[in-house]
């Protein structure tokens, strides 16, 4: 029984660990800077919901294992966001349905990603994925330059092929590799 439950303590530590590096490539100076991301809350949210949900797409459909470890990345995010809120003194009573609304958004922007990457492997032109950056990323820009949120499409396009490179079980193991962010106009 204790051996159960220190497995399940080693699991959700390595999920955060793993949650975290994920989050650290969010977090690289070059999406603001370069690309024009909004470097605030909601666009640094935006960007870890982004970069978790492409570990997410790779884990899809690759058995029992994966799916547990794609819902407890899920859970690690909502728990960071979680805590996030309350370090920034929102009170115990608005941390619950601000989480419920966070993790509605969060699901929304997965299912609009995963359709827009979707529709790009059935060669629908590849506006999906843009128009679903600029609604969530570059939501709050009055106007974003094409040649940004070109070249922040192209990075997603990137890091959905190159995670689908990278074997399961490296994944399963916690270690993911992200290439580097785009400098604006560079690709």
Do not use: C, W
Request: aromatic letters at 6%; zero cysteines; glycine letters at 10%.
């Amino acid at each position: 029984m204790l051996d159960r439950l220190f497995r399940r303590r080693r699991e959700a530590r390595a999920v955060a660990d793993f949650y975290l590096t994920i989050a650290a490539q969010a977090r690289q100076p070059a999406f603001y800077r370069d690309l024009g991301v909004p470097d605030t809350l909601d666009g640094r949210f935006d960007m870890v919901v982004l970069h978790v949900f492409l570990v997410m797409r790779r884990l899809k459909g690759q058995g029992a294992a994966a799916a547990d470890r794609s819902r407890l990345l899920f859970e690690a995010m909502i728990d960071h966001f979680e805590k996030s809120l309350m370090e920034q003194g929102v009170g115990d009573s608005g941390v619950g349905r601000r989480i419920k609304t966070m993790a509605r958004g969060i699901a929304g922007r997965i299912e609009v990603y995963d359709r827009a990457l979707a529709a790009e492997d059935g060669d629908a032109g590849g506006a999906a994925l843009e128009v679903a950056l600029d609604n969530n990323l570059y939501g709050t820009v009055s106007e974003v330059p094409p040649r940004q949120l070109a070249a922040l499409a192209a990075y997603v396009r990137r890091e959905a092929a190159g995670l689908e490179e990278q074997p399961l079980e490296s994944l399963m193991a916690g270690e993911v590799r992200f290439g580097p962010p785009p400098g604006a106009g560079t690709e």
